[in-house]
């Protein structure tokens, strides 16, 4: 298992990967309509990538393991660093559903992490979604500690 930084021509996939996704996130998590929801997730996408993985201050990387002889992607990990904070933040990490269980999340963040270390990171931060009971089993493993908790209140009139 490896990560690597993810090539232009693979950022196609894992934008319809992340619209779709973050999109459902966005519907369950504060209530938006479909449409809203994929509108913010187009949004934030574009606003951290505008020009694909070419010149951002983003880390956009494959999770890529060897399965019998050939190299696939069975994921992917997108992070910022805060150098003056020493700090890393994980903003979407996923491996694809047939690959859970597999031990790729658990082996890509240990990878990551003495990546970071390597560099001079000294902390990893990251948001779960409440219903990700899985994704919470996972960090809690590896070591991550709960340092609060997101809340929302729709306002309508």
Same mark, same amino acid.
Request: charged content about 25%; glycine content about 6%.
């Given at each position: ?9 693979? =950022? ?13 996130? &966005? ?10 929801? &994929?509108?913010?997730?187009? *949004? ?7 020009? !694909?993985?070419?010149?951002?201050? %983003?880390?956009?990387?494959? &999770?890529?393991?060897?399965? %019998?002889?050939?190299? *696939?992607?069975?994921?992917? #990990? ?11 933040? &994980? ?10 269980? %597999? ?6 963040? %240990?990878? #990551? ?16 979604? =409440?219903?990700?009971?899985?994704? =919470?089993?996972?960090?809690?493993? #590896? !070591?991550?500690?709960?340092? !609060? ?9």
């Amino acid at each position: 298992m490896m990560l690597r930084k993810m090539r232009q021509e693979e =950022f196609p996939a894992y934008r319809d990967y992340f619209i779709e996704d973050y999109s459902r996130e &966005i519907m369950l998590n504060y209530g938006r309509s479909s449409e809203d929801a &994929i509108t913010q997730a187009k *949004q934030e996408l574009s606003r951290s990538f505008p020009n !694909g993985v070419e010149q951002t201050n %983003q880390e956009l990387q494959c &999770i890529e393991v060897n399965r %019998q002889g050939l190299a *696939q992607v069975v994921g992917y #990990l997108w992070y910022s660093i805060d150098r003056q904070e020493r700090a890393a933040f &994980i903003c979407d990490f996923y491996v694809a559903e047939k690959y859970r269980g %597999q031990s790729y999340g658990k082996q890509a963040m %240990q990878t #990551l992490e003495h990546s970071l270390q390597r560099d001079g990171i000294h902390q990893i931060k990251l948001r779960v979604a =409440f219903h990700n009971k899985r994704a =919470f089993a996972l960090y809690e493993t #590896l !070591g991550f500690a709960v340092t !609060g908790f997101n809340m929302a209140k729709n306002v309508s009139a």
